[in-house]
Every structure is written in C-alpha cells, then in structure tokens.
Nanobody, 116 residues
C-alpha cells in the first residue's frame, strides 16, 4: 500500500530551524500534489504549504517568508524547511499526497516542539 514516511521533527529553540522530509512509496510521485499540514490538540488540521508536481507552491500566511516547501521527484521526497520557528509553530506535522478524491494519502505525523 501507499506509504508516506515523515522524518526530521524534534525539539528546537525559538528562532531555530528544522527540515522535515517525507518519502513516498507506491505512488507515481510526480503526479501528486504534496503538502504539509499541522495539528495541535483540540484544533483542526491546517495546511502549512503544498507543492504541485511541476513545482508550484502555496503557503499559509502564518509561515510565508519563513518556511520553504520543495520536492525531489527523483527521490520521491518532499521537504519542509522551517526557519525562524516560533512557539506557535509547535504541532504534529503531517505529510499529504493527493491526486484526486480517492487518491489522498497521509503520513503518520512527526512532532515539532518549539521551546526554550
């Protein structure tokens, strides 16, 4: 079955950086829009950024200018470079791959903690 495996989460101080990675298997990666979402307890999952197969990107206003999403289609991997992290960026970050309503897949999530 389709697998999305995230890595790179952890604890970072405010102002620091982290890079998340998500590697997909069993999909034609270049055909999928890849996204990063995040969720905190009691809140809905929210879009952080997504990138289409041809590299068009979109960001939530809260992360514009600080986060960069990129992809390497040869490695079936999407990245999220997170800079100038703030405590409010702390969340579980999820990788998403979507091509259609029935071809919509999620990773297991990776925890990002921003604290001094």
């Amino acid at each position: 079955q389709v697998q999305l495996v995230e890595s790179g989460g952890g604890l970072v101080q405010p102002g620091g950086s982290l890079r998340l990675s998500c590697t997909a298997s069993r999909i034609i990666f270049r055909l999928y829009t890849m996204g990063w979402y995040r969720q905190t307890p009691g809140k809905q999952r929210e879009l952080v950024a997504h990138i289409t197969g041809d590299g068009t990107t979109n960001y939530a206003d809260s992360v514009k200018g600080r986060f960069i999403i990129s992809r390497d289609n040869a490695k079936n991997t999407v990245y999220l470079q997170m800079n100038s992290l703030k405590p409010e960026d702390a969340a579980v970050y999820y990788c998403n791959a979507v091509r259609s309503r029935s071809m919509d897949f999620w990773g297991q999530g990776t925890q990002v903690t921003v604290s001094s």
